[in-house]
C-alpha cells in the first residue's frame, strides 16, 4: 500500500484511517468489514467471499474503496448496516426490546430508515475500478484502480493504485438444469438399426439419460452419460 517515500519520510506518524470497501452489480451491492490502517500496514486486506447471483454475461463490477481519517477520540464501527445486525445480536430478548426497537423488526433497512445513525465520521470515495467478465479468470489477478484523493485529503492513503483479488464466473448451466424431454437413441443391434426412448436432462455440461423420469426420483444412476463440450457434438432427431 504505502509508497516507500511516504513511508520512510513520515515514519513517526500516528496517522490512521478507516477503510471499507463497496462492490456492486446493478442493484445488488456488498459491503466488507471496515479496516483501520496506519504505518504498520503495508497491505489493506478484506476476507471473504462475495458471491453475486442472476448475473448476466455482460455484468460490470464496481469496486470503490471508501476512507476517512480517524482521531484519536472517535471509536472504530462497522458499516450502519453491518452495526445494526450486531445491535439486533446484542441485546438480550427480554430488556432488548424496551432498548433496541430492531429486536421487533429485524430488518436492518427498516431499522436504519426510522432510525438513523447520528452523522459522525465522513467517508470519502478513495478509489475505484471497474471488472467485467474478462477479468474472471479464476486466479488472482491484479487490477488498476483509479485514485481519486492526494496528500491534501485528510483521508487519502498513498496507495500503489492496484487492486488484487480473484474474481469467478460460473456459467448457470453449471449449477441448474437447463433443460428436459424424451430423446430417441438410435442404436444398431445385430446390424439393424432400432431407436430407444430415453429421458434426459442437460445439466453441467452432462447429457444424463434415463428410461423414465422416476428414476431421477429414486436417484437411479443415469442409463447413459454424454459430456456436452466444445469437442463433443450431439445430433437431434425429432
Same mark, same amino acid.
Given at each position: 500500500?504505502?509508497?516507500?517515500?511516504?513511508?520512510?519520510?513520515?515514519?513517526?506518524?500516528?496517522?490512521?484511517?478507516?477503510?471499507?470497501?463497496?462492490?456492486?452489480?446493478?442493484?445488488?451491492?456488498?459491503?466488507?468489514?471496515?479496516?483501520?490502517?496506519?504505518?504498520?500496514?503495508?497491505?489493506?486486506?478484506?476476507?471473504?467471499?462475495?458471491?453475486?447471483?442472476?448475473?448476466?454475461?455482460?455484468?460490470?463490477?464496481?469496486?470503490?474503496?471508501?476512507?476517512?481519517?480517524?482521531?484519536?477520540?472517535?471509536?472504530?464501527?462497522?458499516?450502519?448496516?453491518?452495526?445494526?445486525?450486531?445491535?439486533?445480536?446484542?441485546?438480550?430478548?427480554?430488556?432488548?426490546?424496551?432498548?433496541?426497537?430492531?429486536?421487533?423488526?429485524?430488518?436492518?433497512?427498516?431499522?436504519?430508515?426510522?432510525?438513523?445513525?447520528?452523522?459522525?465520521?465522513?467517508?470519502?470515495?478513495?478509489?475505484?475500478? /471497474? *471488472?467485467?467478465?474478462?477479468?474472471?479468470? $479464476?486466479?488472482?489477478?491484479?487490477?488498476?484502480?483509479?485514485?481519486?484523493? =492526494? #496528500?491534501?485529503?485528510?483521508?487519502?492513503?498513498?496507495?500503489?493504485?492496484?487492486?488484487?483479488?480473484?474474481?469467478?464466473?460460473?456459467?448457470?448451466?453449471?449449477?441448474?438444469?437447463?433443460?428436459?424431454?424424451?430423446?430417441?437413441?438410435?442404436?444398431?443391434?445385430?446390424?439393424?438399426?432400432?431407436?430407444? /426412448? *430415453?429421458?434426459?436432462?442437460?445439466?453441467? $455440461?452432462?447429457?444424463?439419460?434415463?428410461?423414465?423420469?422416476?428414476?431421477? =426420483? #429414486?436417484?437411479?444412476?443415469?442409463?447413459?452419460?454424454?459430456?456436452?463440450?466444445?469437442?463433443?457434438?450431439?445430433?437431434?432427431?425429432?
Amino acid at each position: 500500500m504505502w509508497r516507500d517515500s511516504a513511508y520512510f519520510n513520515n515514519r513517526g506518524s500516528s496517522r490512521r484511517v478507516a477503510v471499507f470497501c463497496v462492490m456492486q452489480i446493478g442493484s445488488e451491492v456488498f459491503d466488507t468489514e471496515m479496516v483501520v490502517v496506519d504505518r504498520s500496514v503495508t497491505d489493506i486486506c478484506f476476507e471473504g467471499v462475495t458471491v453475486f447471483k442472476d448475473v448476466v454475461p455482460e455484468f460490470e463490477l464496481k469496486v470503490a474503496l471508501w476512507s476517512c481519517a480517524l482521531e484519536e477520540e472517535l471509536t472504530m464501527v462497522n458499516t450502519p448496516k453491518k452495526l445494526a445486525k450486531k445491535l439486533r445480536s446484542s441485546f438480550g430478548k427480554t430488556a432488548g426490546k424496551k432498548l433496541c426497537p430492531l429486536l421487533v423488526n429485524p430488518d436492518p433497512d427498516t431499522f436504519l430508515q426510522s432510525h438513523p445513525i447520528p452523522v459522525g465520521a465522513k467517508y470519502s470515495l478513495l478509489a475505484y475500478t /471497474s *471488472l467485467c467478465l474478462p477479468e474472471a479468470e $479464476g486466479s488472482f489477478q491484479s487490477h488498476s484502480l483509479i485514485v481519486l484523493q =492526494d #496528500a491534501e485529503w485528510s483521508s487519502w492513503l498513498p496507495l500503489y493504485g492496484n487492486l488484487c483479488c480473484r474474481l469467478v464466473a460460473q456459467p448457470t448451466c453449471m449449477t441448474q438444469s437447463m433443460t428436459s424431454g424424451y430423446l430417441s437413441q438410435k442404436l444398431n443391434v445385430e446390424g439393424m438399426n432400432r431407436c430407444c /426412448s *430415453l429421458y434426459c436432462v442437460l445439466s453441467s $455440461g452432462m447429457l444424463s439419460c434415463y428410461f423414465t423420469p422416476e428414476e431421477i =426420483d #429414486a436417484k437411479v444412476q443415469p442409463t447413459l452419460n454424454v459430456p456436452v463440450n466444445k469437442v463433443r457434438q450431439v445430433q437431434y432427431y425429432y
